[in-house]
């Protein structure tokens, strides 16, 4: 059993005093509910009897195929990202360490692979939402959402305090410079990348009918 909300309460309520359909929808898309938002709240409750107050209908949840493409958008991101410093790092220690530059085949072959796929799933969740702002509110989005953002601080911090600890200790050198610096914009870009996901367009303003 499907647990309560706001939304569903208001469109039950509202049938069982024998308001319409069109003067629901009308109601909640004024007051900043997405369009497909209302439709699921309005299918998932019957017409009221004289008798008997609304019935609420089976409504599938679409929260499993949500959790998955998040899901495997957030992961190919991580994978992404992980060779990108992976690369970024081979080439540092190459022009300023004591090695030849030595060319990272299994990242690069991963790259190949993954990038495509993080590309091609983030331009599905972008067209779910603007077919759908109220995807926008998914549980699934914004706990990864957050995660990303919490693990792209905990980067950023964790690159403040080394490059502390290596000048306090005076193992500070340019390599090492480059290598945290290198992590910092990479967390950072995951941060905003993170914070444009995590943002809520404001709801356009109700228009009440007066001139």
């Known amino acids: 059993m499907s647990k309560s909300s706001p939304l569903s309460d208001f469109v039950r309520d509202a049938l069982a005093k024998g308001a319409g359909r069109t003067v629901i929808e009308n109601q909640l898309l004024a007051a900043g509910w ?23 209908r089976p409504i599938p949840s679409p929260s499993a195929r949500e959790a998955l ?3 495997l958008k957030f992961l190919a991101l991580l994978v992404v990202v992980w060779n990108i410093i992976n690369i970024g790092f ?4 190459s ?24 590309v091609g799933l983030h331009i599905y969740t972008q067209r779910l939402v603007q077919r759908d ?6 549980n699934v989005r914004i706990w990864l959402g957050n995660t990303g953002l919490f693990f792209a601080a905990l980067t950023i911090l964790g690159v403040t305090t080394g490059l502390l600890g290596a000048w306090l200790n005076g193992a500070l050198d340019q390599m090492l410079v480059l290598q945290m610096l290198l992590l910092a914009v990479v967390a950072g870009a995951v941060a905003l990348f993170f914070r444009s996901e995590l943002a809520t367009p404001e709801p356009a303003p109700a228009q009440d009918g007066t001139a």
């Open 90 to 93: 081979d080439q540092i220690e």
């Open 69 to 71: 493409f998040y899901t």
């Open 34 to 56: 997405s369009a497909g938002e209302v439709k699921t709240a309005l299918a998932a409750w019957g017409d009221p009897t004289n008798v008997m107050p609304p019935v609420p």
């Open 133 to 138: 702002a109220g995807t926008r509110r998914s």
């Open 95 to 118: 022009t300023f360490g004591p090695h030849a530059f030595r060319v990272s085949r299994w990242s690069i072959a991963t790259l190949i692979v993954f990038a495509p796929v993080f």
